[in-house]
């Protein structure tokens, strides 16, 4: 069999793994991207978070990304009836980027690879990776590309950027199952000619249908709108016929959507998601880190998922980096940890989100607009800086607002009363 030999093996060419291997590359390292799909792919994660721009700028990939003319977003939009919570953010407690993008992620992450490519790291597309040799920290990869044909690929170190593909926690036995309850998602691209009659096209808009239902519009610069709703997969019984009938029927169900988005155009027929929460019990090991879904993948109603995949390869690879120079590297203060910080924060918001929690905060009258910042943070994705107190309490401190919020509209209540 053919055998090559590499500095740093990465797996996926998404967003995790081209940002962990032009980071490896730049520090003068041979790294190669095995990617099992062919290029432009379709995979759903289409709003970004500012946060993420750190990690793609020390990728050195936003210049190429700014030449797409991706939609730039600049907040994010809560509905539910006629109440509206809309996050600027320009308007947020942590020194950071104010904006990021909405993307059509077969054109980001083709964007991604190609860049990284021109950087000088070859990426091989259609090749699978079907099993992992490790001595120490030494592996030897088997590839296997659509023709059947069969390589290996010894690496002094692998970065496993695999995301829903899961490759080392599948071929190791390390999955384990996600405390989230699972979710289903029926989403499709629409020809969004409305758009502008109540929306505006440069932040997302999250929409409560009900309790535990709730929609995602994300506009693009090409007029497309991504839209998908989001539920307990009861909910989708609810609703005759194929998916496409189902998903107009939900349109109409809906007041905010039902005008707007009437006998719209559709650019693929819809498409289902389920079970997506999946995680391990560590995200490293002798010879190899997993970044990006492998690590964590938690349920897309705060738009973590890019943000997390990109910061946890940014991290790692400064990590591999080290480890090739033959420095120690302690990956679970430098690697699991903040890398658990950032998921933690973002499952307690999640939890926070269909326990409804954070509709009583967001759809409150008048919000304390210090408050309103430092959750604007959060989600901004700035969940790493603990000088904010809804990132250092973000498991008690939603919780007790919104019961002081219950508490004081129950007495107002009773004034007026
Ligand atoms: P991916 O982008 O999935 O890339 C992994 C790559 O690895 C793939 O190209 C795959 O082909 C390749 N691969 C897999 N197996 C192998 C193998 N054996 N050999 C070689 N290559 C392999 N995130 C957001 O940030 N914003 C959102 O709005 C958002 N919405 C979402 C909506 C839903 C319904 C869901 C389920 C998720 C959403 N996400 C969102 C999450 C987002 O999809 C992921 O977090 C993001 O794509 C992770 O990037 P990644 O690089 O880790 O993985």
Not at 57 to 86: H, N
Not at 307 to 327: D, F, H, N, P, W
Request: hydrophobic share 40%.
């Amino acid at each position: 069999m053919q055998t090559e030999k590499v500095d740093v093996l990465v797996i996926g060419a998404g967003p995790a793994g081209t940002v962990a291997a032009s980071i490896i590359h730049q520090a003068g390292y041979t790294v190669k991207i095995v990617e099992k799909q062919k290029f432009p792919r379709f995979v759903i994660g289409e709003s970004l978070l500012p946060r993420c721009m750190e990690a793609l700028t020390e990728a050195k990939f936003v210049e190429a990304l700014e030449k797409r003319d991706f939609q730039k977003k600049y907040g994010a939009k809560f509905v539910k009836g006629d109440a509206i919570c809309d996050f600027t953010f320009e308007n947020q407690y942590t020194d950071g980027w104010k904006w990021t993008w909405q993307v059509p992620r077969a054109d980001f992450d083709t964007t991604l690879a190609d860049t990284v490519q021109e950087m000088g790291v070859p990426v091989e597309y259609e090749t699978t990776v079907t099993a992992i040799r490790f001595n120490g920290s030494d592996s030897v990869t088997t590839v296997e590309d659509i023709n059947g044909n069969k390589k290996e690929i010894e690496a002094r170190f692998i970065v496993d950027g695999s995301g829903y593909g899961r490759v080392i926690p599948k071929l190791f036995n390390l999955e384990k199952e996600s405390v989230l309850q699972p979710r289903k998602a029926l989403f499709a691209h629409t020809v969004d000619k409305k758009r502008y009659m109540d929306a505006e096209p440069n932040r997302i808009t999250a929409v409560v249908h009900k309790k535990g239902t709730w929609i995602w519009i994300i506009p693009f610069s090409t007029g497309v709108t991504s839209l998908g709703f989001v539920s307990e997969p009861d909910f989708f019984e609810g609703f005759e016929g194929n998916n496409e009938e189902k998903y107009r029927a939900m349109l109409e169900a809906e007041p905010f959507t039902r005008e707007r988005f009437r006998d719209v155009e559709l650019v693929f027929e819809p498409r289902i998601l389920e079970s997506w929460s999946a995680t391990t019990d560590k995200f490293y090991g002798e010879g190899y880190v997993l970044t990006g879904n492998v690590t964590e993948f938690l349920d897309p109603i705060f738009s973590s998922g890019v943000t997390l995949a990109t910061v946890s390869s940014q991290t790692a690879a400064k990590l591999v980096i080290r480890k090739l120079k033959g420095e120690a590297v302690d990956w679970e203060k430098e690697y699991m940890e903040p890398t658990m910080q950032g998921v933690n924060v973002f499952r307690s918001y999640v939890m926070a989100w269909y326990e409804g929690t954070l509709d009583t905060i967001f759809f409150r009258k008048d919000p304390d607009e210090t408050i309103k910042r430092q959750i604007c943070s959060v989600l901004a994705g700035y969940v790493w800086d603990t000088t904010n107190p809804y990132v250092a309490k973000h498991d008690t401190l939603p919780k007790r607002l919104a019961r002081m919020i219950g508490v004081t509209d129950k007495m107002q209540d009773l004034d007026v009363k």
